[in-house]
């Protein structure tokens, strides 16, 4: 039966917003531990982990996300693993992010001048000592912009979930504008949500870069 397109559905949307929340959160946290790892690898002085960390980053970047999140629903099944939809998007996402804060976060560390290492050398600092009291703080406050932009990335690639049946803002949209047939105020919408989600991230960002360039 067709409705029409109500203040329920834009509750739902709202609703469904929360899973796309939490779902770029838990891309966040598990591809950022996994980015400090690749970012490390690729910045010490040892060429066997420099080429793991890039071989691991071109696989990754050179992939399409839509495949890698076939590979982990459809894939792992076939080795008689049971993989939800949630754990599935979670997993490919926070390994697509990874590669990217990775390489955001080894540019932040490799802009650092060579005199800040020295500097930190000359005071006879050892190179773990250097790296997270010497050149982690300027290279933290050089990777804020870049970080929050691919994390407005992120929050819209949550989108493609919605092809392996994961309920977030994208997919409800589909639900309504199937209940309804109205596709155009039901996109607008969930576009205006992402809007909203996506302006507070980039606004939290500039307040956060002016933050640490003032206590710098």
């Not at 894939?75 to 926070?94: D, E, M």
């Not at 989108?159 to 392996?164: D, E, F, H, M, P």
Request: hydrophobic share 55%; charged share 10%; net charge positive.
């Amino acid at each position: 039966m067709i409705r029409e397109f109500s203040a329920a559905d834009i509750v739902y949307l709202i609703e469904a917003a929360r899973w796309t929340l939490l779902l770029a959160l838990a891309a966040m946290v598990g591809g950022g531990l996994l980015g400090i790892v690749v970012a490390v690898l690729r910045v010490v002085p040892l060429k066997p982990f420099n080429w793991l960390a890039v071989g691991y980053i071109n696989l990754i970047q050179g992939t399409p996300l839509l495949g890698q999140l076939f590979v982990f629903f459809f894939g792992l099944p076939l080795f008689g693993l049971s993989v939800q939809p949630w754990t599935a998007a979670a997993l490919s996402l926070s390994i697509y992010a990874s590669a990217f804060f990775g390489e955001i976060w080894r540019g932040s560390l490799q802009s650092v001048s060579d005199r800040q290492w020295e500097a930190g050398a000359a005071l006879g600092l050892t190179y773990v000592q250097r790296l997270t009291h010497v050149v982690l703080p300027q290279a933290v406050l050089i990777s804020v912009a870049p970080t929050v932009g691919f994390l407005v990335q992120l929050v819209k690639n949550t989108s493609l979930t919605a092809l392996i049946g994961f309920v977030e803002l994208t997919r409800a949209s589909q639900i309504i504008s199937g209940a309804t047939f109205a596709p155009l105020p039901v996109y607008l919408a969930a576009a205006a949500i992402y809007f909203v989600i996506c302006f507070s991230l980039s606004q939290l960002a500039r307040a956060l870069e002016r933050r640490l360039h003032v206590a710098r």
